[in-house]
């Protein structure tokens, strides 16, 4: 069947590890952020999101941390499991609508 | 199942044939979205309404796109005169808008142009 991410950088990690997947967001301006997970033939899955006003925040088993010096965010998997294993995608907001622009993605396969 | 829908999920069709694609977002959601994805890339913000609005195209819209949202409920996306840079996944996203800015995404629907 189709695979989303093709091309894309892959993160290996083995089941229970903790993970750590790095995005670069583009505009300074921006004042939201999302990650989302997608898997083969599925639309992408909400996980977690962070205002700007913030530099930490986490969920269950996911951290998301912004650092807007260096316009960095990363997402943090605690005890990686082989479900999560998926192409996972940081987007940023812009304002106004809402529209999001979406990094290039990063798969994450989770091995036993 | 109350996410956000998109009908159909596949769908083939040869160069220069119409196609329309419809989605139905969460009920009570008045924003909705379209996205374009290709194979190895993010998705692409296509076009945004709010109710029956269509508020921002983006430009990769051609000419030959066409969105609607006429109850300000379900909305379509109509390709005319298919090509094959037109072959990717359209994808649905909808939010309340109240508050919350988490746009939820529909299963897709993939285009294959031949």
């Known amino acids: 069947g189709e695979s989303v991410g093709l091309h894309l950088p892959t993160l290996s990690v083995q089941e229970g590890d903790n993970s750590i997947i790095n995005c670069a967001y583009s505009n300074s301006a921006s004042d939201y952020f999302i990650w989302y997970k997608q898997e083969s033939g599925k639309g992408p899955q909400f996980i977690i999101d962070?205002?700007?006003?913030?530099d930490k925040r986490q969920g269950q088993r996911v951290t998301v941390l912004l650092n807007k010096t260096v316009k960095h965010l990363s997402l943090q998997i605690a005890a990686t499991q082989p479900g999560d294993s998926a192409v996972y995608f940081c987007?940023?907001?812009?304002?106004?609508?809402?529209?999001?622009?979406f990094g290039a993605g990063t798969r994450l396969a989770v091995h036993p | 199942d109350t996410g956000v829908s998109q009908d159909p999920r596949h769908k083939i069709t040869k160069r220069g044939q119409n196609v329309t694609f419809r989605c139905d977002p969460i009920?009570?959601?008045?924003?909705l979205y379209w996205y374009r994805q290709t194979l190895g890339q993010g998705p692409e913000f296509l076009t945004y309404?709010?109710?029956?609005?269509?508020?921002?195209k983006s430009r990769l819209l051609s000419d030959r796109f066409s969105a609607e949202r006429p109850k300000g409920s379900f909305s379509t996306l109509e390709i005319q005169r298919t090509e094959q840079g037109d072959s990717a996944m359209y994808l649905c996203?909808?939010?309340?808008?109240?508050?919350?800015?988490?746009?939820?995404f529909g299963p897709g629907t993939r285009l294959t142009v031949t």
């Open positions: 962070i205002r700007s006003n913030m």
């Open positions: 987007a940023e907001n812009l304002g106004g609508y809402n529209k999001l622009i």
């Open positions: 309404f709010q109710n029956e609005a269509q508020l921002e």
């Open positions: 009920s009570e959601h008045n924003r």
């Open positions: 996203a909808s939010s309340s808008g109240q508050g919350s800015y988490e746009q939820y």
